[in-house]
């Protein structure tokens, strides 16, 4: 059974780090892009990241660019996104997203959600 599990959340002050893990289980995580979504309370689940299936290159959503880095390692099956500096507005869920030999990350076309993490930044 597919599954994606989320881990490395939890709270952290302005200006410190956290590194997010997505686990995949069921599947090779060399046949799948990854993303990277928040939501926030009240607030519509948006892209933080997405790296294509056999790509090098991330796509950064512009709030988190140069502050957030993704990598994944297909032979342990896990993706990371090492987020430094956090800021307040990067309270939020956070979700790992895998999609079926996909470029792109449309929120519409994940094939499968972990349960996601919070991140609290708060000071």
């Known amino acids: 059974q597919l599954q994606v599990v989320e881990s490395g959340g939890g709270l952290v002050q302005p200006g410190g780090s956290l590194r997010l893990s997505c686990a995949v289980s069921?599947?090779?995580?060399?046949?799948?892009?990854v993303a990277w979504f928040r939501q926030a309370p009240g607030k519509e689940r948006e892209e933080v990241s997405c790296n294509g299936v056999d790509s090098d290159y991330t796509n950064y959503a512009r709030p988190v660019k140069g502050r957030f880095t993704f990598s994944r390692d297909n032979a342990k099956n896990t993706a990371y996104l090492q987020m430094n500096n956090l800021e307040l507005q990067d309270t939020a869920v956070y979700y790992c997203g895998i999609l079926w030999r996909a470029i792109a990350c449309p929120k519409t076309s994940v094939d499968r959600w972990g349960k996601g993490i919070l991140v609290n930044v708060s000071s």
């Open positions: 069921g599947a090779s995580l060399n046949d799948y892009a």
